[in-house]
């Protein structure tokens, strides 16, 4: 005798079903990801503050013209583009690219050594690299001590250049993971292409351009949407060395943020500016999503 096969559960039941082992995951995002996003946006339209005031009235979207008309804000949003390109797009991601492709010619006691300094600097806390870098760039700091020794002049680069300052201590700091993800892409580029332009006579730039970054394109897209994401809210290291001045001229977006939310206690203009900066984030991701799913 023969036994009839049972019905197939409802639709419904089996959405369910595959849905239990990511609820768990969903409701933590709900709960320290999403609700705090939402509250953000709501004190934003808001003119809260810590002190001086009973209760917050809803102002809609004076904040944000606010912000928009104030010339401090404007020279935080330049400063901001400044530090990201300078440091991020130019400095970690081209020097990622040349250490991880002169790292694969050296020999192995130069990759240990080079790859221990250079990762030594990622994996140290921010607050730790800045005060190295404030004792570097400082007017009785090591660097001027260099320069002293080879008879060149010194200055307070941390006043002079307070934001290129800043900018090369990120680049010293966040240069290994760039270097990382390249290795890894060259390190899948088939030896036998290579080998095969070499032959053909292809120049080490000819060959860079025309089959080293196209070959690891997606992994130059996912770098500079990540280092990107990690400059703009780069703030313990900036307040370290410089805390934005002198007179604002290192003060980017999340120093800006700070000032006006903590230390003037104005939290929903405080907040305003943290969802504009979330706007600059997301106007970047968007870039380079568009620009990883172009095809070469």
Not at 33 to 49: E, H, K
Request: proline share 5%.
């Amino acid at each position: 005798m023969t036994r009839r096969p049972g019905r197939p559960p409802h639709p419904a039941l089996r959405s369910l079903t595959r849905a239990l082992p990511v609820a768990p995951a969903t409701v933590l995002l709900v709960l320290f990801l999403a609700g705090p996003i939402a509250y953000c946006v709501s004190i934003a339209f808001t003119d809260l503050q810590l002190t001086g005031q009973a209760e917050d009235s809803f102002v809609g979207l004076e904040n944000f013209r606010t912000a928009f008309g104030d010339e401090a804000f404007r020279n935080a949003v330049w400063l901001t583009l400044v530090f990201t390109v300078v440091s991020a797009l130019l400095g970690q991601n081209t020097l990622g690219l040349a250490l991880a492709a002169l790292m694969r010619r050296a020999s192995k006691p130069v990759r240990t050594l080079v790859g221990g300094v250079v990762v030594t600097a990622w994996v140290l806390p921010e607050v730790v690299a800045g005060f190295l870098l404030y004792a570097f760039f400082r007017r009785e700091g090591t660097l001027n001590a260099v320069l002293d020794w080879l008879g060149l002049p010194t200055q307070n680069w941390l006043y002079t250049l307070p934001i290129l300052a800043v900018s090369f201590a990120n680049v010293w700091r966040g240069t290994a993971f760039s270097m990382l993800v390249y290795s890894a892409a060259l390190d899948e580029i088939p030896k036998e292409i290579t080998e095969a332009a070499e032959v053909d006579g292809a120049s080490g730039p000819r060959r860079l351009w025309h089959i080293t970054l196209p070959m690891i394109r997606r992994s130059i897209g996912t770098n500079l949407m990540l280092i990107t994401l990690q400059t703009l809210s780069v703030f313990g290291l900036i307040w370290v060395m410089t805390r934005g001045g002198p007179g604002g001229r290192s003060q980017t977006l999340p120093l800006f943020m700070y000032e006006e939310a903590f230390q003037k206690s104005m939290i929903g203009y405080g907040t305003a500016v943290a969802l504009l900066l979330l706007v600059v984030g997301s106007l970047f991701s968007v870039v380079y999503l568009r620009l990883l799913r172009t095809e070469v």
